[in-house]
């Protein structure tokens, strides 16, 4: 047949080349889109820095538009002086902090800029590989607090958080995705550890873990020695919030004060450079900076990431010259008692890392008045961990900025869980 002439394999010749063009040219505009969005954007940040000039690395796609973003809303919260002509930082936040001269200085709200490299430290070291998925979860935690901010005005309404409020249910749907992100998580990494030769020990959760399972199978596998999912779920909540929080809001009061007290900031970073140098802080070299130490308590004396403790009894309980019963509630009052003038002296409100020159227990007329991470059988697991992050990151800060108080700064502690500056913390950092 005449029209057999025209088939290929039982394709039409036509047809199938069409389709070769199509496919052709598919495969051209992917080539394109790739020398567009990835190849030209690398060839130039490449070409220009092998000339010295700085700036931010190239980012997928979106570039810096996400953090444009945070920064011209984080500078619409933050009115001006009426006396002020300084206009760059609030209108151009984003080209005001990344044009900069290399020997110059810069405006900057620290306390978010903190926040990130302590969540992003926590993440690495409780989940290792798995810091990515870390990162949603601390999202949707700081949406928690949010919310439970905003709903304290109500919370005198009986049954009000049973209520099908919109509030209410977007705090289940964070609670569903918090879990469900977490179980994932840890069904992963139980399946690795039941796998041989898969274990990983290098991060909490693997530690966790394992402790778990060791203690699970010595004890003849009764499952009232095991932690459930649940419990282990509860446990990298409790990490992730407290290893985060707490040290973020060390580091940005630490400074805050320094900013106030330039003396100090001149003597820590004078041990820091006698110890360290330029090169990277290590782990070993922390235990030498007695300086940076003293600040960092006297810091936490100040302004304890958590002002007040809540506990209770569970059974009858004698103290001194009264009895308590089963269910009495205690608030320590971290905050009072870390400026009570009796257990300090007359320079309780005065910023002296002097008073910690001898150590915690002779800095104060009582050895249990200092206790910003609790004490006793319930002290704080996490407290050297947050002491040797925020070392090393105030370290590294001393290290290669001065920084002072910028006029914008309004000093005005709040307590939103813990004790953040309620307007941000402006500082004029310099690069040295």
């Given amino acids: 047949m005449m029209g057999d002439a025209y088939l290929v394999d039982g394709f039409p010749w036509v047809w199938r080349g069409l389709v070769l063009l199509?496919?052709?040219?598919?495969?051209?505009?992917?080539?394109?889109?790739?020398?567009?969005?990835?190849?030209?954007?690398?060839?130039?940040?490449?070409?220009?820095?092998?000339?010295?000039?700085?700036?931010?690395?190239?980012?997928?796609?979106?570039?810096?538009?996400?953090?444009?973003?945070?920064?011209?809303?984080?500078?619409?919260?933050?009115?001006?002086?009426?006396s002020s002509h300084d206009i760059t930082p609030r209108v151009a936040p984003l080209q005001h902090l990344t044009m900069i001269a290399h020997e110059g200085a810069c405006e900057l709200d620290v306390w978010p800029e903190l926040q990130n490299f302590t969540r992003d430290v926590?993440?690495?070291?409780?989940?290792?590989?798995?810091?990515?998925?870390?990162?949603?979860?601390?999202?949707?935690?700081?949406?928690?607090?949010?919310?439970?901010?905003?709903?304290?005005?109500?919370?005198?309404?009986p049954g009000y958080r049973y209520l099908p409020t919109k509030r209410n249910q977007r705090l289940r749907e964070i609670a569903k995705e918090v879990d469900g992100l977490l179980r994932e998580i840890v069904?992963?990494?139980?399946?690795?550890?039941?796998?041989?030769?898969?274990?990983?020990?290098?991060?909490?959760?693997?530690?966790?873990?394992?402790?778990?399972?060791?203690?699970?199978?010595?004890?003849?596998?009764?499952?009232?020695?095991?932690?459930?999912?649940?419990d282990v779920i509860e446990e990298c909540k409790l990490f992730?919030?407290?290893?985060?929080?707490?040290?973020?809001?060390?580091?940005?009061?630490?400074?805050?004060?320094?900013?106030?007290?330039?003396?100090?900031q001149d003597r820590a970073r004078s041990e820091v450079l006698q110890v360290f140098g330029r090169n990277r802080p290590d782990y070993d070299g922390l235990s030498q900076l007695k300086t940076v130490t003293m600040i960092l308590y006297e810091v936490?004396?100040?302004?304890?990431p958590a002002t007040l403790l809540v506990r209770s009894t569970n059974k009858t309980m004698k103290l001194g010259e009264y009895t308590f019963p089963p269910g009495v509630h205690f608030i320590l009052p971290?905050?009072?008692?870390?400026?009570?003038?009796?257990?300090?002296?007359?320079?309780?409100?005065?910023?002296?890392?002097?008073?910690f020159a001898n150590g915690v227990s002779k800095a104060s007329k009582n050895q249990?008045?200092?206790?910003?991470?609790?004490?006793?059988?319930?002290?704080?697991?996490?407290?050297?961990?947050?002491?040797?992050?925020a070392k090393m990151g105030l370290a590294t800060i001393l290290q290669h900025f001065s920084f002072e108080l910028s006029p914008a700064y309004a000093h005005a502690p709040c307590t939103v869980a813990t004790l953040h500056p309620q307007h941000g913390a402006q500082l004029v950092l310099r690069k040295l």
């Fill in 22 to 82: 199509l496919v052709g040219w598919v495969a051209m505009q992917v080539v394109r889109a790739v020398r567009w969005v990835w190849w030209t954007p690398r060839r130039l940040e490449r070409a220009l820095r092998e000339q010295g000039i700085d700036g931010k690395p190239y980012r997928f796609l979106f570039g810096d538009i996400g953090e444009s973003t945070r920064l011209t809303n984080e500078a619409k919260l933050k009115p001006m002086r009426s």
């Fill in 122 to 157: 926590i993440s690495r070291t409780a989940f290792g590989s798995s810091y990515e998925e870390g990162r949603r979860i601390f999202q949707l935690q700081e949406e928690i607090i949010e919310i439970a901010i905003q709903s304290l005005k109500i919370l005198s309404v």
């Fill in 187 to 230: 069904m992963k990494r139980e399946k690795a550890l039941q796998s041989a030769g898969n274990a990983s020990t290098d991060d909490l959760l693997s530690l966790l873990l394992e402790s778990n399972l060791t203690h699970f199978q010595v004890n003849g596998c009764s499952k009232q020695f095991k932690m459930t999912t649940k």
């Fill in 240 to 264: 992730y919030f407290a290893g985060q929080e707490t040290t973020s809001v060390l580091l940005t009061w630490a400074m805050v004060v320094l900013s106030m007290h330039t003396d100090w």
């Fill in 300 to 304: 936490l004396r100040l302004y304890p």
């Fill in 334 to 355: 971290i905050l009072f008692i870390h400026h009570d003038p009796e257990f300090w002296g007359e320079d309780a409100n005065e910023f002296n890392p002097e008073r």
């Fill in 368 to 389: 249990v008045a200092f206790f910003p991470f609790g004490g006793g059988p319930r002290v704080c697991i996490g407290q050297s961990f947050a002491m040797t992050e």
